[in-house]
C-alpha cells in the first residue's frame, strides 16, 4: 500500500516545534526591544531563518520526504539569493547617483589623457578624448530659493502655514545671518518649541544635502532666508 | 483498494508515483511563489540599505505588539495544519475536519488584525504611493523615502494578505470535501498540498515581521 510508506510525523515533534516557533518568536520580539548595534539586523534574520527550517523541515517534512523535493526547494532559495546579492552588490556600492542635479553629471578624464593634452605629443589621442568625453564642468552653483525648492519646501512653509517644521514666514526678522547658519548646519543646535529634534538632520542626510551643497551654496540660502 | 482505484489516473504507475509527481509539482509552484515575494524582499533590501535611518524610523509606526499577535496566530494555524496531515494519515477524518476548521479560524484572526492595523494606518494618512500625507502625531514621520518604506510595507503585507485570503478558500473547500469524506489514509493529496501552501505563506511572514515591525 503506497501511502502506508509515508512517514507520519509523531505529534510531539509537531508541538516540539511549535513550542520552539513560539518562543523564538518571543526571543526575536526581546531581542528587537534592546539595541545591539550593528547586530540587530542579522540577529533578527538568523532567528527568522531558524524558524523558516523548522517550518520547512518538519511541518512542510521535507526532513522525511523524497529528497527531489529538497532539490526543488534549495534550488527557489538559490535562485533568490542570486537575486538578492547581485542586485545589492551593485545598488549598494554604486554610490549616490540618483541625487545629483540634472544638468550635470560628474565626470573625470582619465589620468592617461590629461597627461597627453599636456604634453601635446599625442593630438590624435587628444582629437579623441574631445570628440567623446564630454567636458569637465563645475556644478553651477543653485540659488538660494532653487536649494530651498530642492530640500526645504517639503517641511517648511513661507507662508505661515504648518508644516511637520516651523514655517519661515517672517525668520529674516526673528533671527541673525549666524543663527540661520548654525540652524542649517546643526539643526539640533536650537529647536524650536513643539518640533521634532533629529527629524531635520536625518531628512537632510537622507537627501545628501551637506555632501553636495557648496559653502557658497549655503550662504545663498541664508541670504534667502534672511529676506523671508 | 476501491477508494485508491477512483482517484488514481490512467497515466500513473501507482497512487504513490501519482501522489509522489503531485507533491513535487506544489514544490515547484511554492519555488515560483518564493521568487514572487523574492522580488519584493529585494526592494526592501535596497530601500534599507539606502536609508537605514529612514526605514527604523517608520517601522516605529508599526505595531510589533499586533505583529507579534499575528506571528503566533500563523504559527498556530501552521500547526493544526500539521496535525491535520497526521491525523489523515492514520484516518482519524473527524479530527481533520476540526483542525481545519481551527486553521481557517486562525487565518481569520489574522485578516481581522490586519484590517485593524490598515484601518489605523488610512486614519492617520498613511497611504501607499502618491496618496501618503500622515497628520496629526505622525506628521513628523513625513520623512523623505518614508512613502517608499510604507509602499513597501503595504505591497508585502498585501500580497501576503491576499495569499492568505486565497489559502482560506482553499481551506474552506477542502474542509467540505473533507466533511464528505472525499479523504483517507489512501488519499489526501488535497490536503497535504493545502499544508504546503499554507506553510509557505507562515515563512513569508516569519520574514516579514522582523523585517519591517522590529528592526
Known amino acids: ?228 | 483498494m476501491a477508494e485508491t482505484s477512483t482517484t488514481l489516473k490512467h497515466y500513473f504507475v501507482s497512487s504513490a508515483q501519482q501522489f509522489d509527481a503531485a507533491k513535487m509539482g506544489m514544490w515547484l509552484f511554492l519555488v515560483t511563489e518564493v521568487l514572487l515575494f523574492s522580488g519584493m524582499f529585494v526592494a526592501y533590501a535596497v530601500y534599507r540599505v539606502w536609508y537605514p535611518e529612514v526605514f527604523e524610523l517608520s517601522s516605529e509606526l508599526l505595531d510589533w505588539r499586533l505583529g507579534a499577535l499575528n506571528t503566533l496566530v500563523l504559527l498556530a494555524s501552521s500547526f493544526t495544519v500539521a496535525l491535520s496531515v497526521h491525523f489523515i494519515q492514520r484516518n482519524e477524518k473527524e479530527k481533520v475536519v476540526v483542525l481545519l476548521l481551527l486553521t481557517l479560524l486562525c487565518a481569520l484572526a489574522f485578516m481581522v488584525v490586519k484590517y485593524f492595523e490598515y484601518t489605523g494606518k488610512w486614519s492617520h494618512g498613511i497611504f501607499p504611493g502618491a496618496g501618503f500625507a500622515p497628520h496629526g502625531d505622525y506628521a513628523a514621520y513625513y520623512t523623505p523615502y518614508a512613502p517608499q518604506f510604507f509602499s513597501i510595507y503595504f505591497v508585502m503585507t498585501g500580497i501576503h494578505g491576499i495569499h492568505v485570503l486565497v489559502g482560506m478558500g482553499v481551506i474552506a473547500w477542502i474542509v467540505t470535501r473533507a466533511i464528505r469524506g472525499h479523504f483517507s489514509a489512501a488519499y489526501y493529496t488535497p490536503i497535504e498540498l493545502t499544508g504546503l501552501y499554507w506553510h509557505l505563506v507562515d515563512i513569508i511572514w516569519i520574514f516579514l515581521f522582523p523585517l519591517l515591525y522590529l528592526i
Open chain 1, 1 to 228: 500500500m503506497a501511502h502506508g510508506s509515508h512517514h507520519i510525523v509523531p505529534i510531539r515533534t509537531l508541538a516540539t516545534v511549535f513550542a520552539v516557533l513560539v518562543a523564538l518568536t518571543i526571543i526575536t520580539v526581546i531581542t528587537a526591544q534592546l539595541d545591539l548595534g550593528p547586530l540587530n539586523v542579522p540577529l533578527a534574520l538568523a532567528i527568522a531563518g531558524t524558524k523558516a527550517v523548522a517550518v520547512a523541515a518538519i511541518f512542510m517534512a521535507l526532513k522525511y520526504d523524497n529528497p527531489v523535493n529538497m532539490v526543488v526547494a534549495f534550488l527557489g532559495i538559490a535562485f533568490a539569493v542570486v537575486f538578492l546579492s547581485l542586485t545589492l552588490s551593485d545598488t549598494a556600492l554604486r554610490g549616490a547617483l540618483g541625487i545629483q542635479p540634472a544638468g550635470h553629471i560628474p565626470y573625470e578624464l582619465p589620468a592617461a589623457v590629461h597627461e597627453a593634452s599636456a604634453s601635446a605629443e599625442e593630438p590624435d589621442a587628444v582629437a579623441l578624448a574631445e570628440q567623446e568625453m564630454p567636458e569637465v564642468q563645475e556644478a553651477p552653483a543653485r540659488s538660494g530659493e532653487a536649494l530651498y525648492d530642492q530640500f526645504c519646501k517639503t517641511c517648511h512653509s513661507l507662508d505661515g502655514s504648518v508644516l511637520p517644521g516651523p514655517t519661515f514666514q517672517g525668520i529674516g526678522q526673528s533671527r541673525t545671518r549666524e543663527a540661520l547658519t548654525e540652524s542649517i548646519l546643526d539643526p539640533d543646535a536650537t529647536i524650536t518649541e513643539g518640533f521634532p529634534p533629529q527629524l531635520m538632520l536625518l531628512t537632510l542626510n537622507a537627501l545628501n544635502f551637506y555632501s553636495t551643497t557648496s559653502d557658497a551654496e549655503i550662504e545663498s540660502l541664508v541670504t534667502f532666508l534672511e529676506a523671508q
